[in-house]
């Protein structure tokens, strides 16, 4: 399976994945999370490769779903599987210490993964400034927001239009 074909199945397996999930915000369909990565790799990334936009829309099926590594390999191949584990967390772990692996990895990655990772952080930020979680108070906010830009620093040298696009991201919130 190559390109377009290749795409369309992942985002239809992934819609079909995360059918019963919501966002954080409790209403947004989940799906809507995987689609935004695609959407800024590909149009505000300007990234046209295949196997990277595909395993975006996988990204968090391992992590969320019942979906395991050898799946996506049977159905998407060992290289958007592979893409996939890499920003696959470890939800074994306390969430501190997933959350510092995330930092720690982060300049490990291979590049496909990085541009993913970018994506997804991205999406992330604009998420918590477009539709907030209500329980999070303004300091957990911050602690977000700065959390993510480490874990970004790991990934600079990877695609500088998705950086400068972090980057405003972060100016947004207007942190100290
Ligand atoms: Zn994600």
């Known amino acids: 399976m190559t390109d377009l074909p290749l795409i369309i199945a992942a985002a239809h397996f992934a819609a079909d994945r995360h059918r019963d999930q919501r966002r954080r915000d409790t209403v947004t369909p989940f799906i809507n999370h995987p689609l935004a990565l695609a959407d800024i790799l590909v149009n505000e990334g300007g990234v046209r490769d295949p196997?990277?936009?595909?395993?975006?829309?996988?990204?968090d099926t391992v992590e969320d779903t019942e979906t395991t590594p050898a799946e996506l390999e049977a159905r998407f191949g060992a290289e958007v599987a592979g893409i996939v584990a890499?920003?696959?967390d470890d939800k074994a772990l306390p969430k501190q210490e997933r959350k510092a692996l995330?930092?720690?990895?982060a300049a490990h990655a291979s590049p496909r993964a990085k541009l993913v990772k970018l994506a997804d952080k991205i999406a992330n930020l604009r998420d918590l400034a477009a539709r907030p979680p209500l329980d999070w108070p303004q300091e957990r906010r911050d602690g977000y927001v700065r959390w993510s830009a480490e874990v970004v620093n790991g990934l600079r040298g990877t695609s500088a239009a998705l950086e400068a696009v972090f980057d405003a991201e972060v100016a947004g919130f207007g942190l100290a």
């Open 86 to 88: 890499e920003v696959t």
């Open 102 to 105: 995330q930092i720690a990895h």
């Open 51 to 59: 196997l990277v936009i595909a395993a975006a829309l996988l990204h």
